[in-house]
């Protein structure tokens, strides 16, 4: 039974690390030296100085480049493996995601996993896989598939709990990368692929606010 529930896990590790082993091993380049540089923590003191300000590259990501490369560097140094090997266990957890998504919008389970096969294996990854610069784009789809796993739930049965923990994730998500701000238009378009109905505003609440939220802040810390 155990080696029957693995079986999938384990698979589509291997594909993984037969489409993209050679990434496991590059070194550091280009960007990546940048972030480096612009992210280095001396001590675990050093996180909230990035959560609260930082105008190092125009960008505030605090959950997208400063504090998971500086808690990488702090750890690890300037070993690249350990980087890549991150960023590849968080990839395979997004494929995960996907697989449950799928099946929550009625996907027969064939249908979800193969899904999930070509999201694991696509070439459009193969920047985010590689060039450690670019790990915002692994953790910012990590966020934003959570959300909208919880999203769906949240669609059925409306509880306070879920909500919050939407909106939770959504500025987690925000906080990672900007392309979750497209998340509102990602949740008005969720319906039609469950068949309800268009969503009253009300619905989107734990999505937007986080938003709200978001952008006056991000405006006081860095101008544009």
Known sequence: MVIQTLKKPILFTLALLIAYFPSLNVFFVQDDFYHLYGSKLYSLFDLFQWVSHHEF??????LGVYIPIGLLQLIFGLQPFWYHLLIFSIHLLNTWLIVKILKKIDAREKVAWLGGFFFLIHPIHIYSLTWIAEMSLVLVTFWTLITILFYLNYLKHSNKKTGTLVAVFTM??????????????????????????????RKLLPIIIPILIYIPIRLILIPP
């Open 57 to 62: 590259d125009g960008f505030y990501r605090p």
């Open 172 to 201: 987690a998500a925000i906080l990672t990368n900007e392309l979750a701000l497209t998340l509102p238009l990602l949740a008005f378009l969720l319906p039609t692929l469950i068949q309800q109905p268009l969503l009253r505003l």
